[in-house]
């Protein structure tokens, strides 16, 4: 079983910058794609970033050249450089795995962190 470990977060000023972070730990065999996504109040959780094994990423439009994804397949981590930060980017970010095993594969979460950018 593999356990996603989030830090970072918390409460910024419009404009202002946070760095989230996120371990897989655990026993498994690899771990493909990597990402943060967040989930505002009232709203359905939304893809933020992505990462593949090889370093390819993708965003979403809203955070493209704001935000940047990264992470150390040596130690099973990943992590979301945010600058430039909106009201609108106040959400539950929650990271998530890709975890593969030796019989089969799974998305593993994390259980979230917040972040308030305010106005």
């Known amino acids: 079983q593999v356990q996603l470990a989030e830090s970072g977060g918390g409460l910024v000023q419009a404009g202002g910058s946070l760095g989230l972070s996120c371990a897989a730990s655990g026993r498994f065999f690899s771990i493909n794609d990597m990402g943060w996504y967040r989930q505002a109040p009232g709203k359905q959780r939304e893809l933020v970033a992505v990462?593949?094994?090889?370093?390819?990423?993708n965003y979403a439009d809203s955070v493209k050249g704001r935000f940047t994804i990264s992470r150390d397949n040596a130690k099973n981590t990943v992590a979301l450089r945010m600058n430039s930060l909106k009201p609108e980017d106040t959400a539950v970010y929650y990271c998530?795995?890709?975890?593969?095993?030796?019989?089969?594969?799974?998305?593993?979460w994390g259980q979230g962190i917040q972040v308030t950018v305010s106005s």
């Open positions: 998530s795995a890709e975890i593969h095993y030796l019989a089969y594969a799974e998305v593993s």
């Open positions: 990462i593949a094994k090889s370093g390819g990423t």
